[in-house]
């Protein structure tokens, strides 16, 4: 049996990817992840720890592209490239 968590982590880190909502989702992904993987190491019965790695791991993707994107953007604006528009 999948492990509620997991699965939810996973299709969060994906959603995050394709939503512009900041750091949101992805750090919600990272916890429920997280979370997922306790308790599959505390309950062997249950699986989907792969599906938890990869929620995390795409929760991260999602928080790195999102610092990159907002530190881009003060960089444009900081540098006055708007200002020839």
């Known amino acids: 049996m999948y492990n509620d968590k997991a699965i939810v982590s996973f299709i969060l ?3 995050s990817l394709f ?6 989702l992805g750090i919600i992904a990272i ?10 190491r505390e309950d062997p019965s249950r699986t989907g720890d ?3 790695v990869a929620g995390i791991v795409l929760g991260w993707v999602d928080v790195v592209m999102s ?3 907002i ?15």
């Open 50 to 52: 792969g599906f938890a």
């Open 19 to 24: 939503v512009p909502v900041p750091f949101v």
């Open 31 to 40: 916890i429920q992840g997280r979370a997922a993987r306790n308790e599959i």
């Open 71 to 85: 530190l881009a953007f003060i960089l444009v604006l900081s540098l006055g490239l708007f200002s020839a528009f």
């Open 67 to 69: 610092a990159v994107m």
């Open 13 to 15: 880190g994906i959603i």
